[in-house]
């Protein structure tokens, strides 16, 4: 007897075809979109009186302003950084951690003395 992989994967693929559609489908939620939409309370008095000692204590309008990039003049140095001496000493290392690990692979066949095993 042999099975065959279309009888049970063009339903399936039919159920997932109205699944996605349904949910792309759906509207949106959103808060634009609440029918009622209730008063908020009016602010107690301990409220009030904190968000006046907050605008006291609220940073001035540039104090989180960027500065402009400063200007390096000291490098004129355009090669790529694998071509630096600190980018060869990088590539070396990459290699010769993946040259180390595929040298110990094969022979890591030691058991694990684990007191739980």
């Not at 049970?8 to 109205?18: D, E, I, Q, S």
Request: glycine share 6%; no cysteine.
């Amino acid at each position: 007897m042999t099975r065959r992989l279309t009888s049970w994967t063009r339903p399936l693929a039919g159920l997932l075809a109205v699944v996605v559609g349904l949910t792309l489908a759906a509207p949106p939620a959103s808060a634009a979109d609440a029918v009622a939409v209730t008063k908020a309370p009016a602010p107690s008095a301990l409220a009030a009186t904190t968000a006046a000692k907050l605008a006291t204590l609220a940073p001035a309008a540039r104090a989180f302003a960027q500065a402009p990039p400063a200007v390096d003049t000291g490098s004129s140095d355009n090669r790529p950084f694998f071509k630096t001496p600190k980018g060869v000493a990088a590539l070396v290392l990459m290699v010769a951690g993946a040259g180390y690990v595929a040298y110990r692979i094969p022979k890591d066949n030691e058991k694990v003395h684990s007191p739980i095993r």
